[in-house]
């Protein structure tokens, strides 16, 4: 399908999801079934591409609405999906959004065995603003690889290496511990390509064992427990590019509210995400992966 050149526009399907109405595939039957309409014409094929702008979209004759923005951060636990509905019926993240009444949408994806940091809202332009290779957003994981990792394998990762779809843009790397047969360390990314970091540690010849997303451009997990969340401060948002200076604490669930925007990288703060997931059961060197 041809995309145009306006960037404002969007196919009618994901103009409903990020209207907060409900996910794309709840928009998609709503659209086949006849119940939007776009300038008073009813319209029952989701691809069409339509300007949210200065289009107007009506759902069983009522206007969509800009709902009040919401911004959340998770901690996507493994085995739990990064999407809306799961076919073979698996967890997904939207199991652990108790209490969030409006539909919002996973800021970029984590695999299902991928852990750590999630950003959900119903901001698009926040969203495409993180997830954009353009914004440069650094995203920062800790990796457990299958093998020994040499200095000359991590500097291949800090210079950048060619995957499947083009070479990569450096990485910051550093190396917190080995063990007797695996490495630690942390990497962080200004891209978001499908499961990048797993590719680029499988370029060196080696499996990713466990994969912790721990920050969002300087936004970390903190204390946030497995499986809970929390909405993001006013100043972390804005931190992350976001305009909105009063996000949505709606649907709050098990995290703290009261705290301050986080400070910039320093040293030392790698060996505390280390200490926080041996806790947490992520570093597990000490038993079979």
Not at 16 to 33: D, M, N, P, Y
Not at 50 to 74: M, T
Not at 233 to 255: C, D, M, Q, Y
Request: proline share 6%.
């Amino acid at each position: 399908m041809h995309t145009p050149k306006n960037n404002q526009k969007r196919t009618l399907d994901r103009v409903l999801s990020k209207f907060g109405v409900g996910s794309r595939t709840e928009a998609r039957s709503w659209i086949g079934a006849g119940r939007v309409t776009v300038n008073g014409k009813k319209v029952q094929t989701p691809d069409v591409w339509i300007d949210p702008e200065n289009d107007r979209v009506e759902l069983d004759g009522r206007p969509l609405a800009a709902r009040q923005k919401q911004y959340l951060l998770l901690y996507k636990p493994k085995g739990c999906l990064t999407t809306y509905k799961d076919p073979e019926g698996r967890p997904t993240v939207y199991d652990l959004l108790t209490g969030v009444k409006d539909f919002v949408f996973p800021v970029g994806r984590l695999d299902q065995d991928t852990t750590g940091l999630l950003i959900l809202t119903n901001d698009s332009a926040f969203g495409d603003h993180i997830t954009s290779p353009e914004s440069k957003v650094p995203k920062t994981y800790l990796v457990k690889a299958s093998t020994l990792i040499d200095d000359a394998q991590l500097d291949q990762l800090r210079q950048g290496l060619t995957l499947s779809d083009g070479p990569t843009r450096p990485a910051l790397v550093k190396r917190i511990r080995d063990s007797a047969k695996y490495s630690f360390f942390e990497i962080t990314i200004t891209e978001g390509r499908n499961r990048q970091v797993r590719r680029m540690v499988e370029a060196l010849g080696a499996k990713v064992l466990k994969l912790v997303r721990t920050s969002i451009g300087g936004i970390e997990i903190g204390p946030l427990e497995i499986g809970k969340y929390r909405p993001l401060e006013a100043e972390e948002v804005h931190a992350l590019g976001g305009t909105s200076k009063k996000p949505s604490r709606a649907g709050h669930s098990g995290g703290r509210q009261d705290r301050e925007a986080p400070a910039p990288r320093r040293n030392g703060k790698s060996a505390r995400w280390v200490s926080e997931n041996r806790r947490r059961g992520h570093n597990e060197s000490a038993r079979k992966p």
